[in-house]
C-alpha cells in the first residue's frame, strides 16, 4: 500500500504566503493498493491535482471514499478529471442517510446554481455505495467504515492490506461530553477504527485553549487528537485537518505541543500538502 496527501487543511481552502508548508487544500489523501488500485479519500480541493496526475495513467477503476458531504471534503469533486472521462469506472463510497441516497445528496452539490452542470451529465460510469455495516472488501484491501462523532452522518474508515493498517478520520471529535482518563476505551468513538492501527490520520484542528469555543463543532483539540492515539495504540499519528486560520508558524507550534503530549511513545507529525506516509512502501506525490 502506497499513500501519499493532496489536501490536508480544514473547514475552508486557505492558500497564500502564511500556508504554503502545509498546503491550503482541503481533505484528500490517496491511497494506492498492492494491486494497482487507486483509492481516494475525500474529494477536497486536493483532488484536483490528484485527478490530473490520474487521468494520465493507465484507466483503472477509481474508489473516493468519502468521509461525509460538508462541502470542504466534497468541492473538488467537479473538477476531477476521471469524473469527466466517458467509461471511466468510478465508485462512489460514502455515509447513508435516512433522507436522501448517496447520490441525491451528492446532486445537490453537482447542480445549479452551485456547479454548471448537473450530476446526470456526467459521462463516467459512477456508482454509488452508502458503505455497509459489515467489513467490505476494495481490491486486496480490507475495508471498514465506522460512524464517528461529527456533524451530519460521518464516518472514518479502516484499511488493511498484507496486516498494514491505515485508519482515516479527519473530522472527528471523539471526547465530546467525556473526560479523557474516565471514558471506557470500548465506548469512546472511533476506537474499533483505529485500535492498532500502524498509521492513525486524525482530526487535530485546535489548540487547546481553542477548543472550548468549539465545543460540539465536530473537532478535536491537539490535546484530544494525542489522547485518542495514546489510547488506541497507534504507533504513528499523522495530524489532520489544520484550521484555515492557522499559518504555518502556528501549525509548527501545534506539533511541538503534540510532541510534548505523546512523550516517548513515538513522534506525532502534522500532515502536508506532497508528503508520503511512513507505510512500508512509498508513493510520489505532488510537490
Known sequence: MKAAVWGCRGSLAAPGADTVVYGGNTSCVELELADGTPVVLDAGTGIRLLGLRLASEPRRPIHLCLTHLHLDHLEGLGFFVPLWEPERELHIWGPASPVDTLEERIARYLSPPLFPVELSEVPSAITFHDVPDEEFEIGPARVRAEPVTHRGPTVGYRFEEDGYVVTYIPDHEPYLGVVVDEVEPEWLSGFTL???????????????????????????????????????????????????????????????????????HGVPELAREGMTLPLNTEVEAAS
Open 194 to 264: 483505529a485500535e492498532g492501527a500502524n498509521v492513525l490520520m486524525h482530526d487535530s484542528q485546535y489548540f487547546e485553549e481553542e477548543y472550548p469555543s468549539h465545543v460540539g463543532w465536530g473537532h478535536s483539540s491537539v490535546a484530544h487528537a494525542v489522547a485518542f492515539a495514546r489510547i488506541t495504540e497507534v504507533e504513528q499519528l499523522l495530524l489532520f485537518h489544520h484550521d484555515p486560520l492557522h499559518t504555518d508558524d502556528q501549525l509548527r507550534s501545534l506539533e511541538a505541543r503534540a510532541g510534548e503530549l505523546w512523550g516517548d
